[in-house]
């Protein structure tokens, strides 16, 4: 059981058939994490302190961690749609994602990262902004994906894989970095910086091509 004091985190997991979301309720109740929501396939726990904000509405249920800046520019753009919205962070994300879809997210400016699952479309959106304030790790087992802000949150979940993956290795011994999506541990990936994804049935969807932003910078030069 976690004790003392812990930055804010996230825990989640999709489980379309329920064959793991008891055992991962059990872990993270263990764990001393508190319950923030369930809806459809997707459980989600929280831990530390302040407490990620959750919302829940006719379309979305999600979880929110970290701040907005500025969020009167968007809610002008909002207003604009026919759309008037209050100035918080939950409301703002559920409103822009339902105006604008995974573009929305993107128009956000803040350090913050965000999970919450679509009734419509039946698929969950994973967002996180550009700044790398937050980060938002998952990884398949079998056909369950579990899903945490934190490394040490994710591979303390039952089943998750700790092995060392080659690639992420490799990269980190010639940059001294990994880049999104790999992670020193193989079948864990991240999101990369300002990246939505979306997971439904048929998997799991970048908005982006992964790693295409970075592609230039760990391009290593020669020297004549």
Known sequence: MRTGIYPPGIAAL????????????RWAEHQGMGEMFI?????????????????SNEYTSGVFLGELYEPEQTQKALIETGKPIDINA????????????EEGLERLEGVFCTVFWDTR?????????????HTL????????????????????????PKAIGERGLHEYLRFLDISPP?????????????QS??????????????GAALAEKRTPTRSN
Request: net charge negative; aromatic share 10%; glycine share 10%.
């Open 14 to 25: 999709w489980d379309p058939e329920g064959v793991r979301s008891l055992a991962f309720s």
């Open 90 to 101: 939950t409301a703002m994300v559920a409103a822009s994602y339902a105006a604008w879809g």
């Open 137 to 160: 790790y998952w990884c398949r087992i079998d056909g369950v994906v579990a899903m945490a802000t934190r490394l040490d949150i994710l591979t303390e979940i039952p089943d998750v």
């Open 182 to 194: 790999n992670t020193i541990y193989a079948g864990i990936q991240v999101l990369e910086p300002g």
């Open 39 to 55: 809806a459809g396939p997707v459980t989600v726990f929280c831990v530390g302190e302040p407490r990620p904000l959750t919302w």
């Open 197 to 210: 994804a979306v997971l439904h049935d048929a998997g799991l969807e970048y908005a982006h091509p992964p």
């Open 121 to 133: 479309k039946a698929q969950l959106v994973l967002y996180r902004d550009g700044s790398c304030g």
